[in-house]
Structure formats: structure tokens, C-alpha cells
């Protein structure tokens, strides 16, 4: 065996050896799948479902399985959509509506629906106007939060065919036409009015109650000091009767004539200048009651 021989067999041996590694190489490329952790892959065989890959290291059989959809499960936001509206009660609106939604099941959307997107839109255009169909005007402004899951509970039940979880629906802005402007604004300001015409009568009913309380809390108290008085002008008569019982109608007399004398020098005290006339009698009292103090000593 000469050398060339030698030579030529070990370099077809290495060929041979080679060519095994690079395809072991290529068959293990093929057949090892890394997912990142927003990603899940459909694995098609033969043009039919064979599997999805979850995010990590999958193996599949190489030449035979293919990754066919490579789906985002990332949450998604649909592009801002205006849908016009008519209320129960005639009125058009313009409603401006956000959707979040996710991919839960990449197998049913794929197969199932084209534009995803486009079909969600319409979806949820048509469970608006359906929505919003069954409300009035004010309804629709006061039960907005009720709107909004009302209107994510059908989406989700319309969507749920597709694999897709809608995780938010928003209602942006309800807009009217400048006509049912301007009459909500008429309304609004008769509104303003009249509860303030409620307001002042409500507090002027408040004023008449509180001088009707203040009016009978004077008159509590006034027939409280009558009845002090009457009181002490009781009092005041059982010790005079008492003391004419116990002596006499002197003491009558004296009382009679102490009044006559308190009752002239309040005379004597008015104010300015006056002139005053008494009887002739006056200082026949000033006598009497002296006369009765020197007796009752």
C-alpha cells in the first residue's frame, strides 16, 4: 500500500466523519426550539397542527416539524374607534372607544381568524350601537362604568372562538351634535335656577321657623318673669295680710302711707325742669307715716 492510498482513504474517512457532524449539527439546530417568554410557536407537520411551543427549550423532530406562526402573547391595544349611536330616545352619538385584548391561545387564532385586529373592531362597533340602543341620553352619561363592562362582557363572549382574552375596554369620549348641545345646556341652566329658587325658599322657611322660635322663647320667658312676679306680689300681700292680722289696721295704714311717700319722691326725681302739683293733703301723708313710725317704735 503506497502512501497515496493511505492518504486517500484518511482524507475520505474525515470527509465522511464531517459531513456526519455537520449534520448532527443541522439536526440538532432544527430540532431545538428556543421560545422567549412573550412568544409561543406553532409547530405545523405535514401542513396540519402539531403543536405549540411555550416559552423555553422545545424539541421537535427536524424535516418534519416546521414552526409555521411565531404569536406575540403581549397585551395589545387596538387603535382609538369612533362609532356613531342612536339612545331610545332619538338622540346620535358619537362614542370613542379603547380595547385591550391578548393572544391566550395561538392555535385558535391562527386558524380560525385573518385580521384579528379588524374583526375586533367590528366586534365591538356593533356591541356598542347594540349597547347603547338600549339607553337613554342620561343614561349613557351617569352609567358609564355599567356601559363599559356591559360592553366587555359581549366582546368577550363574541371573541372567545378566536383564543383572544380582551383584558379592557374603555369609552374615551361620548360627543353630541351642536343642536342637542346647546338643548342639554338650556336644561342645565333651568336646572341651576330652579334649585336655586329651592334653595332661597328653603331658607327663608329656615328664617320664619327660627323668628317663630325666638318669638316664643320671648314669650316663655316673658310669662316666666310675669309669673316670678305675680309670685313675689303674692308673697309680698300674704306678709302685709299677715301683719294687719297681727296688728291691726295700723299696719294697713302704714303700708297705705309708705306708698304715698315712694310714690312722691319718684315725682320729685323726673328729669329737667318741672313743675310739680300736689295735693293739700301730701304733707298730712308725710305726717301720717312719720307718725305711724313713731308709733310702731
Known amino acids: 500500500m503506497d502512501i497515496e492510498a493511505v492518504l486517500a482513504e484518511f482524507s475520505s474517512s474525515n470527509i465522511v466523519i464531517l459531513l456526519l457532524a455537520v449534520l448532527v449539527f443541522v439536526i440538532v439546530l432544527l430540532g431545538v426550539r428556543i421560545v422567549p417568554q412573550s412568544e409561543k410557536h406553532v409547530v405545523e407537520r405535514f401542513g396540519r397542527l402539531r403543536s405549540v411551543l411555550g416559552p423555553g427549550i422545545n424539541l421537535i423532530v427536524p424535516f418534519l ?3 409555521r406562526h411565531k404569536i406575540s402573547i403581549l397585551e395589545r391595544q387596538l387603535p382609538n374607534a369612533k362609532q356613531d349611536a342612536i339612545t331610545t330616545d332619538n338622540v346620535l352619538v358619537q362614542v370613542e372607544t379603547s380595547v385591550f385584548y391578548r393572544i391566550l391561545e395561538p392555535e385558535k387564532t391562527v386558524y ?3 385580521d384579528v385586529d379588524g374583526a375586533i373592531a367590528t366586534t365591538v362597533a356593533g356591541i356598542v350601537r347594540a349597547q347603547i340602543g338600549k339607553m337613554e341620553l342620561d343614561e349613557v352619561q351617569s352609567n358609564r362604568s355599567q356601559l363599559i ?3 366587555k362582557n359581549s366582546v368577550e363572549d363574541a371573541v372567545d372562538d378566536w383564543g383572544i382574552e380582551v383584558t379592557r375596554a374603555e369609552i374615551l369620549d361620548v360627543n353630541l351634535d351642536q ?5 342639554m345646556l338650556q336644561q342645565l341652566n333651568a336646572e341651576r335656577a330652579r334649585r336655586a329658587q329651592v ?3 328653603e331658607g327663608e322657611r329656615r328664617s320664619v321657623e327660627l323668628q317663630a322660635d325666638a318669638e316664643l322663647y320671648a314669650a316663655e320667658q316673658a310669662a316666666k318673669a310675669r309669673r316670678v312676679s305675680a309670685e313675689a306680689e303674692a308673697y309680698a300681700t300674704e ?7 297681727e296688728h291691726g289696721i295700723e299696719a294697713a295704714q302704714y303700708q297705705v302711707a309708705l306708698k304715698q311717700v315712694e310714690a312722691l319722691v319718684k315725682v320729685g326725681e323726673g328729669a329737667g325742669k318741672q313743675t310739680v302739683l300736689l295735693p293739700a293733703n301730701v304733707l298730712d301723708a308725710f305726717g301720717d307715716a312719720f307718725q305711724m313710725l313713731k ?3
Open 65 to 67: 416539524d416546521r414552526v
Open 112 to 114: 380560525r381568524i385573518r
Open 149 to 151: 363592562s356591559q360592553i
Open 179 to 183: 343642536a342637542t348641545r346647546d338643548a
Open 199 to 201: 334653595t332661597e325658599a
Open 239 to 245: 306678709v302685709v295680710a299677715k301683719a294687719i292680722k
Open 295 to 297: 308709733g310702731s317704735k
